[in-house]
Nanobody, 121 residues
Framework: EVQLVESGGGLVQAGGSLRLSCVAS????????IGWFRQAPGKEREGVSC????????YYSDSVRGRFTISRDNAKNTVYLQMNSLKPEDTAVYYC??????????????WGLGTRVTVSS
């Protein structure tokens, strides 16, 4: 059974940091790119960042570039999203997703259930 399980969300003050984790199982993790997406209340889902299967390519949306860092540990089947200098507009449910094709294209094969991040002002 394919599973992607996110964790690390919570409530943080503006300017603070959180590290999200995404643990994968049920598929060959090394063959898949991983993306982080988020959806704020009343808004469409937005691509945040993605990392290639071999950790040689990363991409960030303009809204998080310079504040967020994506990384992966293939030995642990885990991808991380380090989020620094958080802003209230970062408040959303964050999802990780897996797909053989790298990029924030949104048509990912597998999705987690999400972890909620709330940034207070």
């Amino acid at each position: 059974e394919v599973q992607l399980v996110e964790s690390g969300g919570g409530l943080v003050q503006a300017g603070g940091s959180l590290r999200l984790s995404c643990v994968a199982s049920g598929f060959t993790f090394d063959d898949y790119a991983i993306g982080w997406f988020r959806q704020a209340p009343g808004k469409e889902r937005e691509g945040v960042s993605c990392i290639s299967s071999r950790d040689d390519m990363t991409y960030y949306s303009d809204s998080v570039r310079g504040r967020f860092t994506i990384s992966r540990d293939n030995a642990k089947n885990t991808v991380y999203l380090q989020m620094n200098s958080l802003k209230p507009e970062d408040t959303a449910v964050y999802y990780c997703a897996a797909d053989p094709i790298w990029g924030l294209h949104g048509k990912y094969d597998y999705w987690g259930l999400g972890t909620r991040v709330t940034v207070s002002s």
